[in-house]
């Protein structure tokens, strides 16, 4: 190899691998298997690798390709990443180059001429150059150490990507006897396993099989009631956020691109109707951190890498588990936590029955059984891990996984919601059809406001009759309502009215099913935070960072991951590294990148530090294991304060201990809730300033505008309550439902 150091020489090879997992890529430790794997192939046993996306699967040769003398050959089939790869092992300071037909004639020849002179560790090919016979002459007569097929599935006629060529390598692999085989891919349906290990020659023992649990990613499935307002309720919670969309059709991508345009989001469609020209472009976009969300068909993801998507909605249903399994799998493989969405409706079920039933034969059958496993899926009482892992033949036997909707009490079910429907209907009938959807609800729920004590209609029969849904699952009823076309608004005062419909519901001759989603979107557990993410990051300065990567990734025309993670830069928002001693340390930070780009962060770095006043924190290799003993005293400061007032300490009682501001108490209440917990609604109306109506009139504002935002609220008021006045009110609604 090239960039060897009199060092290496002496270490035994896996000693070797560690070492360059530090110095060269800056990583703490090897992931389960990849150790393994490295050392399998560096005694030359030729190897079968299955690991999910995401799992670190290209270290396995590229440590390697570093340690042995001669070339390593990577055969992959994703034309479109090679370039990305190859700038991702530029940036570590490796030499390596790619060939394929999308190579202008002189870079072509450029990589030739390298290749000739030996100075390449890594050499990507698609297959089919590789099978070019000047190609093939070329590589012959040099020193092969390792042959990697990525893929690998590509082998199969049973994998969903079956390549001619790749049979082909077989051939060729005994062309190359020196070098060792590393055949890796992401699919892991046994049928394909065996179909690689015979085409291929490999040995069972030599077959390393990572788990297919995705521990970052949280799954949540619910029933699709307006999956616009949906899509926008989950994105509220994903600002500034990469994340996928994926539908059914062309035509439901482009509408929902233009949708969330409209609602104020950065977002672009990618479909196969769009030409060749505006998908590279738009692809690129997202690539590039140009644009938060893409909006596609299942067209989009196979030549994406970005290790920073955070989330994946599916919009539509997908065709069957593993094709939901490969695309939320393009989230998170930063190891950061990412989450996945899906709208699940029965309606579109039937629309892949009727596509289904297209079909004939074997093909027919095939297809019900994958939309029966996915039925499965979605349908499964249970946490969401178990069908989905099941699949890939996997046990999921943990109790909990704590990421999944099933498992942190979010799942919704279809209920019957007759019996609250026919009191919000009758409530309806006993105020004459005169009135809108708060005050049919106040009613309910027995409030004491002014408006309906005017009415006199605390007198009346259904008046505190609602203790079963809190406001905002009446708001649910309500939509549900509207949806099933039972009531509707009227003309002139907007007053509800009830539809022909209604009657038989009323009269109790037709049930009504829906879904009243309760504690939407809050989580109980969330075990899978990695360590990085618990960490109390400077969140200016990360913004600071992120910008100077930004410049740095458009002066060098590479996307901004790889010149540095998200997770390097959390890591540099944290313990404020100022030497390049310390920034080495970081994760991520290896030699070269530290030569390259250090002197650039550790300036803004070192401004900041000097501007707000703060101190370096020492970070020891490894030190990773230790974070975990060590929580972050702030980050539970919410749960000390919650209990303290759920004991009965005041608010002001509490902020005097702590020495803090009782608007920080306030905050911390807030977020003690947004955990899951509950706490004790009576005390905190005396808080507030406000006369009785004017905390009404907040009040009402949160209902309409929802509770989780204070800045619309105070926009909607015309800027006349502050802020502060808004947070008790935010906690008091809170702390209710
Ligand atoms: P795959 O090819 O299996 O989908 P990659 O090889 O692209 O996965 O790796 C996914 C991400 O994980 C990359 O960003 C990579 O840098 C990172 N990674 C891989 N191995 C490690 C490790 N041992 N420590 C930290 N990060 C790692
Ligand atoms: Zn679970």
């Not at 002179?117 to 050499?123: M, Q």
């Not at 030599?206 to 499935?221: C, I, P």
């Not at 294991?625 to 749960?639: D, Q, V």
Request: charged share 30%; hydrophobic share 35%; with cysteine.
């Amino acid at each position: 190899m090239q960039n060897s150091e009199t060092t290496l020489d002496n270490m035994p090879d896996i000693q070797k691998a560690e070492h360059l997992l530090h110095e060269v890529f800056g990583f703490e430790e090897f992931r389960s298997l990849q150790k393994d794997i490295i050392e399998n192939v560096l005694q030359k046993r030729d190897t079968l690798a299955i690991m999910p996306t995401g799992g670190g699967k290209s270290l396995c040769f590229q440590i390697p390709s570093l340690i042995f003398d001669g070339l390593t050959i990577v055969v992959s089939p994703l034309i479109s990443l090679m370039k990305d790869q190859v700038d991702q092992l530029t940036a570590y300071g490796i030499s390596a180059a790619f060939l394929n037909s999308s190579l202008a004639p002189r870079e072509y020849q450029n990589t030739m001429d390298q290749i000739r002179r030996n100075e390449l560790d890594l050499l990507y090919l698609a297959p089919e150059t590789l099978l070019k016979s000047n190609i093939l002459n070329l590589l012959s007569g040099l020193q092969v150490d390792c042959f990697a097929i990525d893929e690998a599935h590509c082998i199969s006629e049973w994998g969903h990507d079956f390549r001619p060529e790749y049979r082909q390598l077989a051939e060729v692999k005994n062309r190359f006897d020196d070098a060792v085989c590393l055949a890796l891919t992401a699919t892991a349906t046994p049928q394909v396993q065996k179909d690689i290990s015979n085409s291929l020659g490999l040995t069972d023992a030599n077959k390393f099989v990572a788990s297919f649990n995705r521990k970052n990613l949280y799954l949540n499935v619910i029933t699709k009631t307006g999956p616009l307002r949906q899509t926008i309720e989950f994105l509220e919670d994903h600002k500034e956020q990469s994340g996928i969309i994926y539908c059914f059709s062309r035509k439901q991508v482009d509408e929902l691109t233009l949708d969330l345009e409209a609602n104020g989001y950065s977002v672009l469609p990618y479909h196969a109707g769009l030409g060749e020209a505006r998908r590279v472009k738009n692809q690129e976009g997202f690539i590039r951190d140009e644009v938060d969300i893409i909006v596609a068909t299942i067209a989009f993801g196979m030549g994406i890498d970005k290790p920073d998507v955070r989330f994946v909605i599916h919009y539509d249903m997908p065709k069957n588990i593993e094709s939901y399994y490969q695309q939320i799998g393009r989230a998170g493989r930063d190891g950061l936590q990412a989450d996945c969405l899906f709208l699940f409706s029965y309606g579109d079920a039937g629309k892949i029955r009727y596509f289904i039933n297209e079909k004939t034969g074997e093909e027919r059958q095939i297809s019900e059984e994958h939309l029966q496993q996915l039925m499965d899926f979605v349908e499964a009482q249970q946490c969401r891990r178990i069908k989905l892992l099941e699949y890939f033949g996997e046990k999921f036997t943990e109790e909990n996984c704590g990421m999944c909707d099933y498992c942190t009490g979010d799942v919704s079910d279809s209920e019957n919601i007759t019996v609250s429907a026919q009191k919000f209907l009758s409530t309806i009938v006993r105020t004459e059809q005169r009135f809108g959807f708060h005050h049919i609800k106040n009613i309910l729920v027995g409030s004491r406001r002014k408006e309906i004590l005017k009415f006199n209609h605390d007198q009346l029969s259904t008046y505190g009759i609602g203790n079963e849904y809190n406001r905002k699952e009446w708001k649910q009823l309500y939509r549900e309502l509207m949806r099933q076309d039972i009531v509707e608004r009227g003309a002139e005062h907007g007053g509800l009215k009830l539809t022909p419909k209604a009657m038989a519901v009323l009269k109790g001759e037709h049930e009504l099913f829906g879904v009243i989603e309760k504690q939407e979107r809050k989580r109980t557990v969330k075990a899978s935070k990695s360590e990085i993410e618990s960490l109390d990051f400077d969140l200016k300065l990360l913004k600071l960072l992120k910008e100077k990567r930004t410049e740095l990734a458009g002066e060098e025309g590479v996307p901004p991951y790889i010149i540095f993670a998200d997770t390097t830069l959390m890591e540099m928002a944290y313990y404020f590294p100022q030497s390049e001693e310390s920034l080495l340390k970081i994760h991520g930070v290896g030699k070269t990148k530290r030569q390259r780009y250090g002197d650039a962060f550790l300036d803004v770095i070192t401004e900041y530090c000097t501007q707000h006043n703060l101190q370096e924190k020492t970070k020891k290799r490894s030190s990773r294991k230790n974070l975990k003993k060590n929580p972050i005293s702030r980050s539970k400061r919410h749960h000390q304060v919650g209990q303290r007032y759920n004991e009965g300490e005041s608010i002001p009682e509490i902020a005097s201990f702590y020495e803090v501001k009782e608007s920080t108490v306030i905050n911390n209440l807030t977020k003690f809730i947004q955990d899951g917990h509950s706490i004790r609604p009576d005390r905190l109306r005396e808080l507030s300033d406000l006369s009785n109506e004017g905390f009404e009139r907040v009040v009402t504002k949160f209902e309409e505008l929802g509770v989780e935002l204070l800045k619309p609220v105070f926009e909607a008021l015309d800027e006349q309550v502050p802020y502060d006045e808004l947070r008790v009110v935010q906690l008091y609604m809170m702390a209710e439902e």
